[in-house]
């Protein structure tokens, strides 16, 4: 378990907009790279209002900025989706860092976790998109490279164990760093949260994830308004606009509120622990403390607060 600090987001410039921003990255990666990365937010953009356009970034909002702003996304969902939500801003809990443990002992890959996550989240339908992947693995192997995420059998398999998959908020996550806005960033109990809005789509997190844990919107999420989850996160499960990258937040909006991840209560043979690292009676604490436990890709040094364990 690590005792790092959080990384905290720098201050930014007020004078920085997402003009400049972009300005800035065409310097970097030369014209005909900066083209290339940016082509999925010229079809993006035709659809911004330009009150979304230039909105400051999320840390120079003021409580009133902010709220003003979920009012305006929640007029522009009942527009564009015909449904009435309400979004909120859940913020850390002082004394809390989240983290999940998973008993690979009992995991069946019956992937209802994936599927909660898909309803929770608010995912586009036609994808079947979801942050999780279940991977279906050879017993006595944990390349996750050789894993099959399209297995179609019934499950579990006699000579198979399955893995599940998502961001693992990683104490030191390449995905922040290689961001070029600051769009992407660790908060103090451990969640690693984009702003959709003044995400760029420019994908470098998406590559930089050593666990393939982030998504691209390449098309404007088609959700029919009766399945829209209506109590929504600024930061979680908003509908995010084509043209950005998002990701797992463990339902920050349910936990930061004192429930459990929509993953967790969907699974069926209790393989998932979620809880306070920093709480010695939590849960997980115990698996940390008695369990076989490891995470993925330990030599990369991105210290995951996701871990994986056996019951033997």
Request: net charge negative.
């Amino acid at each position: 378990m690590s005792d790092s600090t959080p990384t905290q987001l720098p201050v930014l410039n007020n004078a920085c907009s997402r003009r400049t921003a972009l300005k800035a990255i065409g310097a970097t990666l030369g014209a005909a790279a900066f083209a290339r990365a940016l082509a999925p937010l010229t079809e993006w953009t035709a659809d911004l209002s330009v009150d979304e356009f230039l909105q400051k970034h999320y840390m120079e909002l003021s409580p009133e900025e902010l709220k003003a702003v979920f009012v305006r996304l929640e007029e522009e969902t009942k527009q564009d989706y015909g449904a009435d939500v309400t979004i909120a801003d859940p913020r850390p809990l002082p004394g809390v860092k989240f983290g999940y443990a998973l008993n690979l002992s009992i995991c069946i890959g019956c992937r209802k976790c994936a599927e909660a996550c898909h309803q929770e989240n608010n995912h586009d339908r036609p994808s079947g998109n979801s942050y999780i992947r279940v991977l279906e693995m050879a017993k006595g192997s944990i390349d996750l490279e050789q894993g099959n995420v399209d297995y179609d059998h019934p499950v579990p398999h006699e000579d198979k164990f399955y893995m599940p998959v998502q961001c693992q908020q990683c104490d030191n996550p390449p995905c922040v760093h290689v961001c070029p806005v600051e769009a992407t960033w660790k908060e103090e109990d451990g969640i690693v949260v984009v702003d959709y809005n003044w995400c760029i789509g420019c994908r470098y997190c998406e590559a930089a994830c050593p666990y393939h844990a982030r998504r691209f919107n390449w098309v404007k999420p088609q959700v029919p308004t009766e399945e829209i989850n209506p109590d929504q996160g600024y930061l979680s499960n908003r509908i995010r606009p084509q043209g950005v990258i998002e990701k797992c937040t463990y339902c920050l909006h349910r936990t930061r509120e004192g429930r459990m991840p929509a993953c967790l209560e969907a699974c069926p043979t209790g393989a998932r622990v979620f809880g306070n690292l920093l709480d010695p009676d939590s849960e997980i604490r115990w698996v940390l403390a008695n369990k076989r436990v490891f995470v993925l890709k330990e030599e990369l040094g991105t210290r995951p607060s996701f871990f994986y364990f056996f019951d033997v």
